[in-house]
C-alpha cells in the first residue's frame, strides 16, 4: 500500500493534470499528435512528470530488457536461442547471470544456453550451486530437462567451490538421486576431489543418510574419510548427517554412526557455530523433531539400548537430566526413560516393529555403487 502521502500527492497531481492528460485518451492522441510530439511547454513537461509518478513502481516491460535479462525474468517469455553473448558480458544484473538462472528452478531454462554463449563460473563470486543449496536442499530436479541437468552437472565439476557440505547434501537428496545427480559425487571421487584433508567438511557427514549406507559411503571410508572427522564443525547451514538421519528415523544410518561413534547416543557435537553440544535423547522429546512422530517411541527405546542414558545432564541446563526435562514437559517418554527394573533388558530391538513406511525400499537407480543397502544386507560380490 502507498503511504498515505505519497497518495495524497499522488491524488493532487491527477487534479492538476486530469484535464492535461485528456489528449491522453485515445481520441485526443488522434487529434493532438502531432502538436504533443513537438511541445516543450510547461504543460508537457507536467503531464510527463505525473505519468512518471503513476507509473514509477511498475516493472519495466520486457521488451525493454537485454536478452538476458528477459531471460532471467520469471514473467517474461523465453525464447531458446533468443540470448546474445554481448550481454552475458554486459548483463546490467546485480549478481552473475548463472547464479541467478541457477538459483530459481523457474530460471533453469536459460542455464544450458548461457553455457553455450559463454557464460563462465569464473565471473561468479560464488558458487551457483551454494546459492541453489541455501535456498533449496533438495530442488525438484525429476522437473528438469536433460539439457538443465546436464548444465547443473558441467556447474557442479568445473567448479571446485561448488564442493562443499551443503552442495554435497543436496546433490545426495533423494530427488538428486532420482534424476541421477549423485553421480556428480562419483565424480568427484574418481577424479581425486574429495581427498582427505582438502576439505571444509567431511562427505561422510554431508552424504544423505541414504546414500551414507550405499556402497558409496564404504568407498569414501576406503577412500581414507574418517566418521571421526564428521564431529568436526563446516561451513554451511544444513543440519549434520547425524542430525538428518535422528529427525528422519533412519534406523540403518543411525546404526552406522553410533557403531563407529557410539559417544553420539548422549552428546552430539554443536551445530550451526553453536557452542554447545546437544543431547540426541532430549531432542527426539520435543515435539515436531522427528519427521515420523509416530516413531518417538522407538527412537527413545532405540538410542537407550545404543547407550542413551536418561540421567545425561543437558549442555544448556547443566542442573536438568533428560528425565528431568520430560517429567518439567510432562512427556509421555517418561516411563520409557525410566523402566521398571523387571523390564527386559533388551527392551525388544525397537526396529520389529517399526512401521512399514520407514522400511520402505530405496528408489532403483542406474548405478549400483550408490545404490543404499537395506539394514543388514551387504554387497554381493556380484553386485560389487
Not at 525429476?142 to 546436464?150: C, E, I, M, R
Not at 562443499?164 to 581425486?192: E, I, N, Q, Y
Not at 532405540?302 to 533428560?322: C, E
Request: charge should be neutral; proline fraction near 10%.
Amino acid at each position: 500500500m502507498l503511504p498515505v502521502a505519497r497518495l495524497f500527492r499522488l491524488i493532487g497531481l491527477g487534479l492538476v493534470a486530469g484535464p492535461l492528460l485528456a489528449a491522453c485518451s485515445p481520441v485526443g492522441l488522434l487529434v493532438s499528435a502531432t502538436g504533443v510530439a513537438t511541445d516543450t511547454s510547461m504543460t508537457w513537461d507536467i503531464v510527463k512528470h505525473v505519468h512518471g509518478k503513476l507509473t514509477e513502481d511498475d516493472a519495466t516491460p520486457c521488451i525493454r530488457l537485454n536478452s538476458v535479462q528477459r531471460a532471467l525474468n520469471a514473467r517474461c517469455d523465453y525464447v531458446a536461442g533468443s540470448i546474445k553473448s554481448a550481454d552475458i558480458a554486459r548483463s546490467g544484473l546485480q549478481e552473475c547471470a548463472l547464479a541467478a538462472a541457477t538459483r530459481d528452478p523457474r530460471l533453469w531454462r536459460a542455464l544450458p544456453e548461457l553455457l553455450d554463449k559463454g557464460a563462465t563460473v569464473d565471473t561468479c563470486p560464488g558458487s551457483p550451486l551454494v546459492a541453489l543449496a541455501d535456498a533449496d536442499p533438495c530442488p525438484d530436479f525429476a522437473s528438469a530437462s536433460p539439457a538443465v541437468l546436464g548444465a547443473i552437472r558441467t556447474l557442479a565439476e568445473s567448479d571446485p567451490r561448488a564442493i562443499r557440505h551443503d552442495v554435497f547434501r543436496m546433490l545426495s537428496c533423494p530427488k538428486a538421486r532420482a534424476a541421477g545427480l549423485d553421480r556428480v559425487l562419483v565424480t568427484w571421487l574418481d577424479r581425486g576431489k574429495l581427498e582427505p584433508g582438502t576439505l571444509s567438511f567431511s562427505p561422510l557427514d554431508a552424504a544423505d543418510p541414504d546414500l551414507l549406507v550405499s556402497r558409496f559411503g564404504r568407498e569414501l571410508e576406503v577412500a581414507g574419510h574418517k566418521p571421526e572427522a564428521a564431529l568436526d564443525g563446516y561451513e554451511g547451514s544444513l543440519p549434520s548427517g547425524f542430525e538428518l538421519a535422528l529427525r528422519n528415523s533412519n534406523w540403518a544410518a543411525l546404526d552406522w554412526w553410533l557403531y563407529r561413534l557410539p559417544q553420539l547416543a548422549n552428546l552430539a557435537p554443536p551445530q550451526g557455530g553453536g557452542q554447545l553440544g546437544w543431547v540426541p535423547l532430549q531432542r527426539v522429546l520435543q515435539p515436531g523433531f522427528l519427521v515420523y512422530p509416530q516413531t518417538q517411541r522407538d527412537m527413545v527405546g532405540f538410542l537407550m539400548a545404543r547407550g542413551a542414558n536418561p540421567r545425561q545432564k543437558l549442555p544448556f541446563d547443566p542442573s536438568k537430566t533428560v528425565s528431568a526435562f520430560a517429567a518439567e514437559m510432562n512427556s509421555p517418554m517418561l516411563a520409557v526413560l525410566q523402566p521398571p527394573a523387571t523390564r527386559s533388558a533388551t527392551l525388544a530391538d525397537p526396529r520389529a516393529t517399526m512401521p512399514a513406511l520407514l522400511e520402505a525400499t530405496p528408489p532403483v537407480r542406474h548405478a549400483a555403487r550408490l545404490q543404499p543397502q537395506a539394514p543388514g544386507k551387504l554387497d554381493t560380490p556380484a553386485q560389487r
